[in-house]
């Protein structure tokens, strides 16, 4: 079975400044899909940005950016220019590419509690 | 543009008492349908699927089900209310390229 570690329980960011959230996985599988989720105090969870294992190059979505070491199995969130709207919760998830039609097993990480300092 | 809702965003209910969260899409047809549970301090946990109107996969055993009355709707349920079912339930619809979308979540409290 698939597991996903997120180190960081909590980290706090000055804002303006640059962050970066760990998260490892385990797995026997050589494609799936990671994930960065994020849930502000809301809760409504929102997709942060996605990563194909098969491709290599490291997705990026505005100030956020991920560092994919596959071989590491390592998948790394980085937050530019941090804002007091990042403050939230940061989930990181994997998904196994070999998943059945309708079964979407998402395997979350505990989540890293980022502050954002103004 | 797709949205989904779900509610209510809150609710507290006595042990034993029956539970109705309901979820709706807008936007999408056919759209596969999640209910998520995500319990204080950890991840969150896949309880049922559905990729279509009456088809219901559970992945975990528990005390709750879940139904599928129409295309857009899902309805997570429980008959007699545990402590344990405590949590903040989510549910979610799949697009096509893959991803998951959430719903703003209910909190659920069991006393």
């Known amino acids: 079975a698939q597991t996903v570690t997120q180190s960081q329980p909590e980290m706090s960011v000055q804002e303006a400044e640059t962050v970066t959230l760990s998260c490892t996985y385990d797995?026997?599988?050589?494609?799936?899909?990671l994930f960065w989720y994020k849930q502000p105090p809301s809760r409504q969870m929102i997709l942060v940005i996605r990563?194909?294992?098969?491709?290599?190059q490291n997705a990026t979505e505005n100030r956020f950016s991920v560092n994919f070491q596959k071989a590491a199995k390592s998948f790394s969130l980085k937050i530019s220019d941090s804002q007091l709207g990042d403050a939230a919760m940061y989930f990181c998830?994997?998904?196994?590419?070999?998943?059945?039609?309708?079964?979407?097993?998402?395997?979350f990480g505990k989540g890293t509690k980022l502050s954002v300092i103004p | 543009s797709q949205t989904i809702h779900q509610w209510p965003a809150t609710l507290v209910q006595p042990v034993g008492s029956p539970l109705s969260l309901e979820c709706t899409v807008e936007?999408?047809?056919?759209?596969?349908l999640y209910w998520y549970r995500q319990a204080a301090g950890r991840g969150l946990q896949l309880l049922f699927y559905?990729?279509?109107?009456?088809?219901i996969s559970s992945e975990v055993p528990q005390n709750l089900s879940a139904s599928r009355p129409q295309d857009r709707q899902f309805i997570l349920s429980s008959k007699k209310l545990l402590l344990s079912d405590s949590g903040f339930y989510l549910c979610?619809?799949?697009?096509?390229?893959?991803?998951?979308?959430f719903g703003e979540g209910s909190r659920l409290t069991v006393l």
């Open positions: 979610a619809w799949r697009r096509s390229s893959g991803e998951l979308f």
């Open positions: 797995t026997s599988e050589s494609d799936y899909y």
């Open positions: 990563q194909e294992a098969y491709k290599q």
């Open positions: 998830a994997y998904r196994s590419a070999y998943s059945g039609a309708g079964s979407y097993q998402l395997t």
């Open positions: 936007g999408t047809s056919n759209p596969n």
């Open positions: 559905s990729v279509g109107i009456g088809q």
